[in-house]
């Protein structure tokens, strides 16, 4: 009886302990089990096992004195929240035997817990910086200054950046998951974007340029969109990732150049076809009169000094507009550069009978300028005022000093510019209607003066004219105080 | 009665050498220096041969051209002189009556001969 009952005894006790125990591995194989439920388990694995001990122990109605050292110990244990050994004796009976048994396993099972004690603790730390990484890459796409939009597999909109906000008007909080449809309203866009959901499987990478109406402004983008494939076989299509950049500057400067090489090319061919010309007539014998014939030559030769006149303004002021041209910046008298200019325009205002008034202030306001330049500049406006001046009229030229600026004043009784074309006479190869008929000129001058004055030197160039009564050109200047 | 061809060109001496070249085959020749200018003289003479430059200030070769062809009853055939030939759309043209379109620089003496085959001489 006695006999069966410890067999009994030991069935319950290996029974308690295996089931304890599986409980206790079960977290270790798990890898995706949370701290929280791998602490329930074990310490249900344990109590368990601990119940099969005591279990085993008291059905097998052991001497009184044997189960009450393992009680003892017990309690000790609960008392001390520890897990540990010794609930065997010494007697080398099966009951002592299973007891060290017992505690091997106990052992066992304590280094166990230990281990998944550590491995949970990693696992935090793993979370945590995986958490960390996370908001890492987030605010590394939040920080970059292109658009950058994530859609998954059904055109739900995952991930947008801040610019990604700011170009298609909408808060990525209020729109996350949603279908990208009802966040993005531009058609074109939407159709990049279903395109790249059909056809992305075969064409995972497309860049496209997608102009954009934003209040009437229009807004180029170079469209990025690569697609991100899943599966074994790469044939599950799991998202679209987009990214754009704005190119509305590069395709204004594009424009610009364009622009540019065009009118030069014009201002270039135009004396080219006069000199073309004017040779063929000669060789051809279209002219007979010696008188004649040197006419035609002087024109050739004033032709060829256009065109070299052109050539050199385009150089100078390509040079000037690349920072090629050192700035060789000194605090100067602008009142020694208008007498110098005076000087120079003097003889040529003689010649058209035009009176030239320099107004030389006696007080010598100061600039921090490049001298070569400015004087450059303002022998451009007066040389200007003069060409445009028809013969008895009259120029001046004066410097005071207001708001803090330096301001040189060119004022003439010519043929003055109408409202509409003020400001495209600063603008490359622009000529003033009148002023293609008056005089020959390149349409450069203007815009060396605004460069020089505004990005060299921080001034500013106004214009105000009236058609048929003149023109008054200002260069205002920061004076050094 | 010799034919009468209206010169509109904004270059002086490309506007001589023209007139010059057109006079000297027995042409009578009347010079503009702007679109403007030439749309008056074609309204007043009633020319039979247009040469004009593309690019001029106020009114380009082709709103010249345009209007004229609007305006008069019978198209004035046109040589169309410009330094951008390449820029010209191939719509630019469309419903013109301009002949030929000639690249600066040209030859006088091409575009003498031209005149002369449109004029049916």
């Known amino acids: 009886m006695i006999e069966l009952r410890r067999a009994i005894a030991v069935i319950l006790l290996f029974l308690g302990v295996g089931v304890g125990l599986h409980l206790l591995m079960t977290p270790l194989r798990e890898t995706d089990q949370s701290a929280t439920i791998m602490a329930m388990t074990l310490s249900c694995g344990l109590a368990l096992a601990v119940l099969g001990i005591i279990g085993g122990f008291l059905v097998a109605r052991l001497p009184k004195e044997r189960i009450n050292h393992v009680a003892e110990y017990l309690e000790t244990m609960v008392r001390r929240g520890t ?39 990693e696992r935090q730390i793993q979370i945590k910086v995986l958490e960390a990484e996370r908001r890492h890459v987030e605010s590394v796409i939040h920080a970059i200054s292109d658009g950058v939009l994530v859609t998954g597999a059904f055109g739900d909109l995952l991930q947008a950046n801040s610019a990604a906000e700011s170009i ?10 949603k279908p990208v449809d009802e966040v993005i309203t531009d058609k074109t866009f939407l159709a990049l974007l279903h395109e790249m959901r059909e056809t992305g499987l075969f064409i995972p990478h497309r860049t496209v340029e997608w102009v954009q109406n934003r209040g009437g402004q229009s807004l180029a983008w170079r469209v990025v969109l690569n697609t991100v494939v899943e599966g074994k076989k790469r044939d599950r299509l799991s998202g679209v990732v987009v990214v754009l950049h704005d190119v509305t500057k590069e395709k204004e400067i594009a424009r610009m150049k364009s622009d540019f090489v065009s009118n030069v090319t014009h201002e270039l061919k135009t004396p080219l076809a006069s000199i073309k010309a004017y040779i063929e007539m000669l060789l051809d014998g279209d002219v007979h009169e010696p008188a004649q014939c040197r006419e035609f030559f002087q024109t050739i030769g004033a032709e060829t000094d256009r065109l070299n006149r052109l050539i050199e303004n385009i150089l100078n002021l390509s040079r000037l507009e690349s920072g090629l041209v050192p700035v060789n910046k000194t605090d100067l008298a602008v009142t020694e550069i208008l007498r110098d200019v005076g000087e120079v325009m003097t003889p040529q205002a003689a010649q058209k009978n035009i009176r030239l008034e320099v107004d030389l202030a006696p007080v010598f306001f100061r600039v921090n300028g490049d001298r070569d330049m400015l004087y450059q500049a303002v022998l451009n406006v007066v040389s200007n005022a003069v060409k445009y001046t028809p013969e008895g009229g009259k120029v001046r030229i004066s410097t005071y000093l207001s708001d803090g600026s330096v301001v040189v004043e060119v004022t003439d009784s010519g043929y003055g510019i109408p409202a509409e074309e003020l400001q495209r006479v600063f603008e490359k190869f622009y000529r003033a209607r009148v002023s293609s008929k008056v005089a020959p000129g390149t349409g450069l001058g203007l815009p060396l003066v605004k460069h020089v004055v505004e990005v060299i030197h921080g001034g500013r160039v106004t214009l105000e004219s009236q058609v048929g009564k003149g023109s008054t050109f200002r260069i205002l200047l920061p004076a050094v105080r | 009665m010799p034919k009468r ?17 057109l006079r000297g085959a027995g042409l009578e020749v009347v010079v503009a220096r702007d679109g403007q200018e030439a749309y008056e003289q074609a309204m007043a003479v009633r020319p039979d041969f247009l040469i004009t430059d593309l690019q001029m200030p106020g009114m380009t070769g082709l709103e010249l051209c345009a209007r004229l062809t609007r305006e008069l009853d019978k198209a004035i055939p046109t040589i169309l002189l410009t330094a951008k030939g390449f820029e010209l759309g191939d719509t630019a043209l469309e419903g013109l009556p301009i002949q030929r379109v000639m690249t600066k620089p040209f030859s006088p003496r091409e575009l003498l001969a031209a005149v002369q085959a449109a004029l049916g001489n």
């Open chain 1, 83 to 121: 897990l540990g050994l010794v609930v065997a004796d010494n007697e080398a009976d099966a009951l002592g035997r299973l007891g060290h048994a017992v505690n091997r396993y106990l052992a066992f099972v304590k280094d166990e817990i230990e281990q998944t004690n550590i491995t949970a603790k």
């Open chain 1, 168 to 177: 298609f008007g909408f808060r990525f909080d209020a729109a996350v998951r």
């Open chain 2, 5 to 21: 061809i209206l010169v509109a060109e904004d270059e002086a001496p490309i506007a001589n050498v023209v007139a010059m070249k």
